[in-house]
């Protein structure tokens, strides 16, 4: 009788608990019920340990804050507003990373219509050390989802681009690790995750011709572009031809370009029957096309890379038109052919 009692009993308790929200899907084991009425919660976003800290202590990241769902007392979840069709019922101490992201991502694409709760900017004051971060104070409980926006470092070379972070608050050692303290903590800290992303910029090289002899015809003139790193490797190597009917200028560009590099032009063939007039190479700083457009108008404008070079026909009689052929990588297993004489069509 007593062994029969004690099986009931633990059925019946089991039933209990498979009955009771318990804390949670994603709060299991908390040790006291979390405080809803409080409104004096945090989040501080910071940028510490990141590959890119040296950019960003320079930086002014805008971060906006959403509230997406609501938080009860037993740790779950009610999505709102703009955010009321997410399911938060299945996420656990077993919901793996990628979920998470899937959810963050699912917010993500609600915040267009949504109000922020607040909005901060992580900057580091000039002269201060350490690292750079911002904190969302009197916040109230609940699932927030914070998002960073994209933002280009101080000389527009790199956009970093950041994830939206989904946030519980409170949170816990326990519930977000699944070991140590399982005590609730109403100020979180989180740190952005960014992928940088290299900028580019064009490159003008201007011919002027100070003379031509128009019974040789067109004449071409080659340049040589080549980009190397701090080390002295070469990481960028291009050839371009200007080509003129008549005395003037002509200008040829070439984009893509890394940004924040430094690419010697060389004019490495002045034509046949044309000398060069001063320099033959100048070296020059590339500007991301970002940097131009998004300063344009301030005093601290940035242009785009250009240089001038000058010739002038020096006797002879001898011609030099050419043109010049361009080869890309397809990416795969072949290669793309430019020829300005015989453009696809």
Request: with cysteine.
């Amino acid at each position: 009788m007593r062994e029969r009692l004690k099986k009931r009993y633990v059925l019946a308790l089991a039933f209990a608990l498979l009955a009771l929200p318990c804390l949670v899907r994603m709060q299991s084991r908390a040790a006291i019920a979390i405080d809803t009425a409080k409104t004096d919660c945090s989040i501080t976003v910071s940028v510490a340990g990141n590959d890119f800290q040296e950019d960003f202590n320079q930086m002014s990241i805008p971060v906006s804050l959403y509230k997406v769902a609501d938080v009860d007392a037993t740790g779950e979840f009610t999505p709102i507003g703009e955010f009321s069709g997410m399911d938060f019922s299945g996420i656990g101490n077993a919901t793996t990373a990628d979920e998470w992201m899937g959810l963050a991502s699912e917010a993500y694409s609600f915040v267009e219509n949504a109000e922020a709760v607040g909005n901060v900017d992580i900057s580091l004051e000039e002269g201060s050390v350490g690292v750079a971060e911002a904190t969302f104070d009197n916040l109230e409980t609940g699932m927030y989802l914070v998002v960073p926006q994209e933002t280009f470092n101080p000389d527009y070379t790199v956009k970093y681009v950041f994830t939206p972070y989904l946030t519980a608050l409170p949170s816990s050692a326990y519930t977000t690790t699944g070991v140590g303290s399982d005590d609730w903590d109403y100020e979180t800290e989180i740190g952005l995750k960014a992928e940088a992303e290299q900028q580019y910029g064009r490159l003008e090289i201007t011919k002027r011709l100070l003379n031509y002899n128009e019974s040789l015809g067109r004449a071409t003139f080659v340049f040589e572009v080549e980009g190397r790193d701090e080390d002295g490797n070469v990481v960028y190597s291009n050839v371009i031809s200007s080509t003129h009917a008549g005395a003037g200028t002509e200008t040829v560009t070439l984009d893509r370009i890394p940004a924040g590099l430094n690419v010697t032009v060389t004019e490495i063939y002045s034509g046949a029957s044309y000398t060069t007039v001063g320099a033959d190479a100048e070296t020059v700083l590339i500007v991301s096309d970002e940097g131009v457009e998004a300063t344009a108008g301030t005093p601290e404008a940035l242009s785009s890379a250009a240089v001038t070079f000058t010739n002038q026909y020096g006797g002879g009689n001898r011609g030099g038109y050419g043109v010049t052929n361009h080869f890309e990588s397809d990416g795969e297993n072949g290669w793309n052919w430019e020829n300005p004489t015989n453009p696809v069509q």
